[in-house]
């Protein structure tokens, strides 16, 4: 049975790792984790995003799918972990890291399984082969950089899905070809980031020094959402909602609370169709390391090393 894919997806890197530029309550316990599965379960979600490289996630996923009784009404995401540059032997890892993801999810067939990056999909053969064995049920690719290669990617490539990111500041992907090559070819559009892993629901004054390049527009941000009487995290969510071509939205919590929120801004639904035009509207130049959280570890570094180095010349 083919489980639809909800227009929700409750992603769970939370669970495996305290992760997010915002997270202030670290990983989930067990109990909690299974609270919120069950209750995004009850509000309609029936698709869950997870990866190898998220910790103990997938583990734990497990768990709460075995003690739920819900192995047979979710449908999961997971990833490929990304593959070395040098890798001589990219198909036995990857057989390596299908079969560990089937036993840590206590699934025979992996519903959706993507490469956890845009330059491995030259394995796709692989995956490819995997789904022709029954061990894999559809396949993709989680991309990041380049809205155009994206697009050339769906158009080019017999794939089931593809993970990008989009929300607010960051709608490179939105730019391209690729919502209406995807719908030409039936390719699945997971959008994650939602919230730029937290961003858009920090206090102004809680923004990283290292990313003050995007203080600007998130500040303009947050005036249009005041004016509307919103919250910048309820606008940022809302306003994805109404985003043609997207199949499903990514969205972690760490928190049962959190958990509520989403489902209940999910039932309001997309924005005004005034305001979504006006948000529509608004346009920055802001450079690719402060929107990707990939880059945020060397922003930071390179951050720090000038703080220091201003502060011996000063003493």
């Given at each position: 049975m083919t489980i639809p894919i909800s227009r929700l997806t409750l992603g769970t890197v939370q669970f495996g790792l305290p992760y997010g530029v915002a997270n202030r309550s670290g990983q989930p316990p067990f109990d909690v984790a299974r609270a919120i599965?069950?209750?995004?379960?009850?509000?309609?979600?029936?698709?869950l995003d997870t990866a190898a490289a998220y910790g103990t996630s997938e583990e734990i996923l497990g768990r709460l799918l075995a003690d739920l009784g819900l192995r047979e009404k979710l449908c999961v995401v997971t990833k490929v972990p990304a593959l070395p540059k040098s890798t001589d032997n990219a198909e036995r890892v990857i057989r390596q890291s299908v079969e560990q993801s089937c036993h840590r999810l206590g699934l025979e067939t992996l519903p959706f399984v993507l490469f956890h990056q845009e330059s491995d999909a030259v394995?796709?053969?692989?995956?490819h082969e995997l789904k022709r064995e029954g061990k894999i049920a559809a396949i993709g690719v989680s991309c990041d950089h380049d809205g155009d290669a994206t697009a050339k990617l769906v158009a080019t490539e017999s794939i089931d899905a593809v993970q990008i990111p989009v929300n607010l500041l960051d709608r490179r992907h939105l730019r391209s070809e690729l919502r209406s090559a995807a719908a030409a070819r039936n390719v699945s559009l997971f959008a994650r980031s939602?919230?730029?892993q937290g961003l858009l629901t920090m206090d102004d004054a809680a923004l990283p020094p290292w990313l003050a390049a995007i203080r600007p527009a998130r500040k303009q941000l947050g005036v249009v959402a005041e004016q509307a009487g919103l919250s910048l995290?309820?606008?940022?969510?809302r306003w994805l909602l109404g985003v043609n071509g997207l199949t499903s939205i990514v969205v972690g919590v760490e928190t049962v609370e959190q958990m509520a929120d989403n489902l209940a801004l999910w039932r309001q639904g997309p924005l005004p169709v005034d305001l979504q035009a006006e948000l529509d509207g608004l346009e920055w130049e802001l450079p690719f390391e402060a929107i990707s959280p990939r880059c945020w570890p060397a922003l930071e570094a390179a951050w720090r090393a000038g703080n220091n180095s201003r502060t011996h010349v000063a003493s």
């Amino acid at each position: 049975m083919t489980i639809p894919i909800s227009r929700l997806t409750l992603g769970t890197v939370q669970f495996g790792l305290p992760y997010g530029v915002a997270n202030r309550s670290g990983q989930p316990p067990f109990d909690v984790a299974r609270a919120i599965v069950r209750m995004a379960f009850e509000g309609g979600i029936t698709t869950l995003d997870t990866a190898a490289a998220y910790g103990t996630s997938e583990e734990i996923l497990g768990r709460l799918l075995a003690d739920l009784g819900l192995r047979e009404k979710l449908c999961v995401v997971t990833k490929v972990p990304a593959l070395p540059k040098s890798t001589d032997n990219a198909e036995r890892v990857i057989r390596q890291s299908v079969e560990q993801s089937c036993h840590r999810l206590g699934l025979e067939t992996l519903p959706f399984v993507l490469f956890h990056q845009e330059s491995d999909a030259v394995h796709l053969p692989v995956l490819h082969e995997l789904k022709r064995e029954g061990k894999i049920a559809a396949i993709g690719v989680s991309c990041d950089h380049d809205g155009d290669a994206t697009a050339k990617l769906v158009a080019t490539e017999s794939i089931d899905a593809v993970q990008i990111p989009v929300n607010l500041l960051d709608r490179r992907h939105l730019r391209s070809e690729l919502r209406s090559a995807a719908a030409a070819r039936n390719v699945s559009l997971f959008a994650r980031s939602a919230y730029l892993q937290g961003l858009l629901t920090m206090d102004d004054a809680a923004l990283p020094p290292w990313l003050a390049a995007i203080r600007p527009a998130r500040k303009q941000l947050g005036v249009v959402a005041e004016q509307a009487g919103l919250s910048l995290p309820d606008m940022a969510f809302r306003w994805l909602l109404g985003v043609n071509g997207l199949t499903s939205i990514v969205v972690g919590v760490e928190t049962v609370e959190q958990m509520a929120d989403n489902l209940a801004l999910w039932r309001q639904g997309p924005l005004p169709v005034d305001l979504q035009a006006e948000l529509d509207g608004l346009e920055w130049e802001l450079p690719f390391e402060a929107i990707s959280p990939r880059c945020w570890p060397a922003l930071e570094a390179a951050w720090r090393a000038g703080n220091n180095s201003r502060t011996h010349v000063a003493s």
